[in-house]
Each structure stands twice: as C-alpha cells, then as structure tokens.
C-alpha cells in the first residue's frame, strides 16, 4: 500500500517548475511524492504562450495534472498568484484536495480578479506591458532583485529562467463558492510584506480564518532563499 504524501507544488508569476529546485531535497522521497508543473507559457513551456493564455488555463493545467497523475489526498501548495490557481482547482476537485497551502499568495475573493486583489498592479502591469514589441498581452517579468533576491549565485540562476507574463491571468474574475472547497484546511506562510499586506487589505481578522498561519520573512521567493526553513515548516504543517 503506497502511503506516500502527494504534494503538488503550483509556482508563481513569471517563474516555472524550476523554481522549486532547491527545496526538493529537503523531502524523503520515501514518504512524498512531489510534483512541480510548470504552467502553459512559463518556464520551460514559454514557447506555448500567446494571447488567449489566461487564468483558466493555469487552473486546468493543475487539473490535468491530477486527472493524469492519478492524485487524491493532495497538499497543493500555491505561490504568489498561484493562490488564484490553487482556489480555482479546489472549486472543481474539493474532495481530491487534504490541504491548501497558500505561499505568500493571492487570497482570492469571490467575484474578483488579481487585480482587483492587489491595488495599483494594474497600473505597474500596464508600465511593463510589451507593447513596443506588439505584445501587450504580455508583461516584462520582475527582476530577481524585486522577487526579494540577494545572492548572486541564485540572481545569475534565475535571471534566464524568468520569463514575461500573460496579461489575462490576472483579469479574470474567480468563482469562489464551492461549499466543500470552503471546508479544505489551509495554511498561510508569509515570507515577505505582500502576504501582510493582503491580510491588511482583506481585513484584520484575516489571519484568524486559516488553520495554520506561519511567518517566515525570507523574501517572496523563499524557496529560493530559504529552502530548508521552508520545507521544514511545510512538513510541520502537514504532520
């Protein structure tokens, strides 16, 4: 009988499954099995992106793989905008799902878009948008630096992986009202200001909604920065 733990690890804007490297190790590959998709446009799948790449996509992406990898009982684990994801696949599979991890993410609201969530990143996508390479669709990634980067060996790691991001991922409106979706444990991990700030912005008994709150401050991208810190509260979580 096959006990290992499925986690299913969904990455952020502008990265890709690569992202995940450095916290791979910290898993007994006896006890889980670790999956780390990249999304239809980045990453190593950046070739496939074009205009109509939205936020539906993304969500199927995660949804195939659990049709394909045979998942149930899965820890789904969603970083920075990948909390739209991760919200927008429970609503289709709650009774697929053991529990929701939210990564310094999105917290979704009913009804609302990403940029709905985070106010002026409409403004900052716009001023980023490669329209001078008729590609307004898409938008110049963020810079290693600005995902909260310091070392220069990681900076030089990251900097070629990074890749533009589809506008319509963040202006689609998300569904969130799947009763049983509601009732999947989650967790929140913050590692820099953002998940604070989407706390702050969603009201002050925010923190006290969630099962599990932890807080890191390592930068955004913490699975790069602190990789072992990280592994180690997400096996405390789901043990």
């Known amino acids: 009988m096959n006990t290992k733990r499925n986690i299913v690890f969904v990455h952020g804007s502008c990265h890709g499954g690569w992202c995940w490297k450095k916290i791979l190790p910290f898993f007994n590959p006896n006890e889980f099995n670790i999956y780390t998709p990249t999304l239809t446009g980045l990453g190593d799948r950046s070739h496939l992106v074009n205009e109509f790449t939205d936020l539906y996509i993304h969500i199927e992406d995660i949804l195939q793989i659990f049709e394909y990898e045979d998942l149930s009982d899965v820890i789904l684990v969603g ?16 009774d697929k799902i053991q529990l929701m991890i939210y990564l310094d993410a999105y917290i979704p609201q009913d009804g609302k878009t990403a940029f709905d969530l985070v106010p002026g990143l409409i403004d900052l996508y716009r001023g980023r948008s490669l329209k001078d390479q008729n590609k307004p669709w898409l ?3 963020y810079t290693p630096d600005e995902f909260g980067i310091t070392n ?9 992986k990074l890749v533009p991001m589809p506008w319509h991922t963040h202006d689609e409106p998300l569904k969130i009202q799947n009763e049983k979706a509601k009732k999947i444990p989650r967790a929140f991990i913050t590692s820099a200001e953002f998940g604070e700030g989407m706390f702050e ?3 002050v008994d925010e923190k006290n909604k969630w099962d599990y709150y932890y807080d890191i401050k390592r930068g955004h991208d913490v699975m790069i920065t602190a990789p072992k810190e990280l592994s180690e509260v997400i096996q405390n979580i789901i043990r």
Not at 83 to 90: D, T
């Open 79 to 94: 970083h920075s905008y990948a909390g739209m994801i991760i919200s927008g696949v429970a609503e289709v599979i709650p």
């Open 139 to 141: 938008v110049k990634s």
């Open 152 to 160: 220069p060996e990681d900076i030089a790691w990251m900097e070629p």
């Open 201 to 203: 912005r969603q009201g």
